[in-house]
C-alpha cells in the first residue's frame, strides 16, 4: 500500500494516493471549518452589540473585542489558549 502511494503522490495523483477499494472502512473526514468561522463571527457580532446595547463605553468595547474573540475562539477551535500577560498585551497594547 505504501508503494501505491509513493508512485501516485510521485506521479502527481495527489487527489488519488488510493483506490477505494484499498481505503476499506477508513472514517470520512467532516469539514467544519465554515461552520466554526460562521459560529466565531456570530457569537463575537452577538456579544459586542450586547455589550454596545449595554452602553458600555467605546474604550471598553475596544479592549472587549479581542477577549471575545479568543475566548470563542479557545471554546470553538480547543486549542491552548494565551497567557495571561499576551492577553494583556492584546487589551492593553504598548
Same mark, same amino acid.
Given at each position: ?15 488519488? $494516493? ?10 470520512? /473526514?467532516?469539514?467544519?471549518? @465554515?461552520?466554526? %468561522? ?6 463575537? /457580532? ?9 452602553? $458600555? *463605553? ?7 473585542? *479581542?477577549? /471575545? /474573540?479568543? =475566548?470563542? @475562539? =479557545? %471554546? ?15 487589551? =492593553?497594547?504598548?
Amino acid at each position: 500500500m505504501l508503494l501505491t502511494i509513493a508512485e501516485r503522490y510521485a506521479e502527481g495523483k495527489v487527489s488519488h $494516493l488510493l483506490d477505494d477499494e484499498q481505503i476499506g472502512d477508513a472514517p470520512k /473526514v467532516v469539514h467544519r471549518e @465554515g461552520l466554526r %468561522l460562521l459560529a466565531l463571527g456570530g457569537v463575537v /457580532v452577538s456579544a459586542m452589540a450586547g455589550a454596545a446595547l449595554a452602553g $458600555l *463605553p467605546d474604550a471598553a468595547l475596544t479592549a472587549l473585542l *479581542p477577549l /471575545v /474573540v479568543i =475566548i470563542v @475562539g =479557545i %471554546l470553538l477551535y480547543r486549542e491552548k489558549g494565551p497567557t495571561p500577560a499576551q492577553l494583556r498585551d492584546l487589551v =492593553i497594547p504598548r
